[in-house]
């Protein structure tokens, strides 16, 4: 553009000398026929020289171009810089149309940000249903992670040796210990692992009682029914503690013998908690 | 004769809990009641086949859900000993009744035992009951 106001200018200056020199040639030729008119033909190349334009009137014409002229810079140079500071501050359409993405097509093209703050879910966050399964919470379904444990001792020998029955989660060991009569007869030993004491509902079969089991181990007297073959269940409820994290239940049955040698089964829960 | 074991649980996360267990020996297609939470739940077990069938009667004022598919637990069994003539078997159940403040989750895990040579199935359970 500037190129352009440069060469519009420079074009205006040579308009303006040209424009001038007719100005000159005119008034050359206004002469040369004033010549001829008195006293017939005359060099045409001398108009310079010999014009018949009074004193002074020249320079006036010269001035009044210069004037002319001048204006005319002026004008060209107010426009020049209005441009150029229009150039240097505003962007072209056509410029604009080229380098930027016009709103319309934006708005066919992209996601507007309230848009997508209102449909979309940002990375760091967690969607309302992300805990969720089939339209369905955690609390829908059934988290089993309770244990159970199973165990048998199918005869077990009369010699006052505890004989492991369970191994329960949390490391509670359930034993059996089958001693003579006079010894203390059958009983069953509880471990407690935990370090500090655990609390305990027994159900023996004659009656329900509560019980502190300290750590180590605990034995509780196995009571039968007193028929004969002998019958009986210990039902136990050991609650947590600090090293206990889960209630467990444990329930052993002394089944028929008719022998010295009686089985035993068992099983036990823990938690869930 | 019902034996059952119902005791309070220290509380968890300020809920307060309860665990009740028992044990029933049943013959086959006998109905029984295993588990009683006064005011709130009672479980019936009923043995068909080598199925086992439970009913929850809802005894608080609000609504009972069962919750979803309780056979898919992630619970472990495991055995010592010559458990094999016992077949030992292990069930789960778990749901949600009461209103209000009194709504409480149940998550009862059963286990069986066979007795073939006296024709019975010895079901036993513990349930774990906490405020929803």
Request: hydrophobic share 45%; proline share 5%; aromatic share 6%.
């Amino acid at each position: 553009m500037a190129d352009y106001i440069r060469w519009r200018l420079a074009a205006a200056r040579l308009g303006v000398t040209m424009a001038f020199f007719a100005l000159l040639g005119g008034l050359a030729d206004q002469a040369a026929a004033a010549t001829s008119a008195g006293a017939g033909a005359a060099p045409a190349a001398n108009f310079l020289t010999d014009l018949s334009i009074p004193a002074g009137g020249l320079n006036r014409v010269v001035l009044k171009l210069d004037s002319a002229l001048a204006t005319l810079e002026h004008k060209l140079n107010t426009s020049f810089t209005t441009t150029h500071k229009l150039n240097q501050t505003f962007l072209k359409i056509k410029s604009a149309n080229t380098s930027f993405l016009k709103i319309k097509s934006a708005n066919t093209s992209f996601l507007k940000i309230d848009d997508a703050n209102s449909e979309f879910l940002k990375v760091d966050s967690t969607a309302a249903n992300a805990n969720e399964l089939g339209g369905l919470s955690p609390q829908a379904f059934f988290q089993g992670t309770g244990s159970v444990v199973t165990g048998a001792i199918s005869s077990l020998a009369q010699n006052g040796v505890a004989t492991s029955l369970l191994s329960v989660p949390g490391g509670i060991e359930v034993s059996i210990i089958n001693a003579a009569i006079g010894a203390g007869g059958l009983q069953v030993q509880i471990s407690n692992p935990s370090g500090a004491a655990l609390a305990a509902v027994v159900n023996t079969g004659t009656g329900v009682a509560e019980h502190d089991l300290n750590p180590g181990t605990t034995s509780f007297a196995f009571a039968t029914n007193g028929l004969s073959p002998p019958a009986g269940q210990l039902h136990i409820q050991l609650f947590p503690n600090a090293g206990l994290a889960e209630v467990v239940t444990i329930i052993i049955s002394l089944e028929e013998s008719t022998t010295t040698n009686p089985s035993f089964v068992g099983q036990a829960f823990a938690g869930p908690s | 004769m019902h034996r059952q074991l119902a005791n309070e649980l220290p509380p968890r996360d300020g809920r307060r809990g309860l665990v009740l267990s028992a044990s029933k020996e049943l013959e086959p297609g006998a109905r029984a009641m295993l588990l009683l939470a006064d005011g709130l739940f009672r479980l019936d077990v009923l043995v068909s086949g080598d199925s086992l069938q439970t009913f929850v009667r809802n005894l608080s004022p609000g609504p009972l859900a069962i919750e979803g598919d309780a056979a898919t637990s992630d619970g472990t069994s495991t055995t010592f000993g010559d458990v094999t003539p016992f077949a030992p078997g292990r069930a789960d159940l778990g749901f949600t009744l009461g209103a209000g403040a009194d709504r409480v989750r149940a998550q009862v895990t059963l286990a069986t035992l066979r007795f073939p040579e006296r024709g019975l199935m010895r079901i036993s359970a513990q349930a774990v009951v906490r405020q929803a």
